[in-house]
């Protein structure tokens, strides 16, 4: 199985940044796609970014496109997700994820991080 190990939350003023890691190890033979979900309390959890293995494709959610950057230098390196202008409405736990498939989709995921606390404040 993969383990998956993120780092990087914390507190930050609204319209700041941060940038989170994810590394991974285990089984990663036949990861195709990593990538991060969020759940804020009370509601479900949502797709924000993915990468491919190779990281030449990127997906992102319409609510962080343009803010959000989701990257790695390669197979061997942590995948990243570089948070810009961040608002209030992404005070959640984010959860790096990783798929066999080639789409990050939540019935897809073979392992999960366990979670990193993102908290913005206005």
């Known amino acids: 199985q993969v383990q998956l190990v993120e780092s990087g939350g914390g507190l930050v003023q609204a319209g700041g940044s941060l940038r989170l890691s994810c590394a991974a190890s285990?089984?990663?033979?036949?990861?195709?796609?990593m990538g991060w979900f969020r759940q804020a309390p009370g509601k479900e959890r949502e797709f924000v970014a993915s990468i491919s293995w190779s990281g030449i494709s990127t997906y992102y959610a319409d609510s962080v496109k343009g803010r959000f950057t989701i990257s790695r230098d390669n197979a061997k390196n942590p995948v990243y997700l570089q948070m810009n202008s961040l608002e209030p409405g992404g005070t959640a736990v984010y959860y790096c994820?990783?798929?066999?498939?080639?789409?990050?989709?939540?019935?897809?995921?073979?392992?999960w991080g366990q979670g990193t606390q993102v908290t913005v404040s206005s």
């Open positions: 994820a990783a798929a066999s498939s080639g789409q990050l989709r939540m019935e897809l995921i073979d392992g």
């Open positions: 285990g089984r990663t033979f036949g990861i195709r796609t």
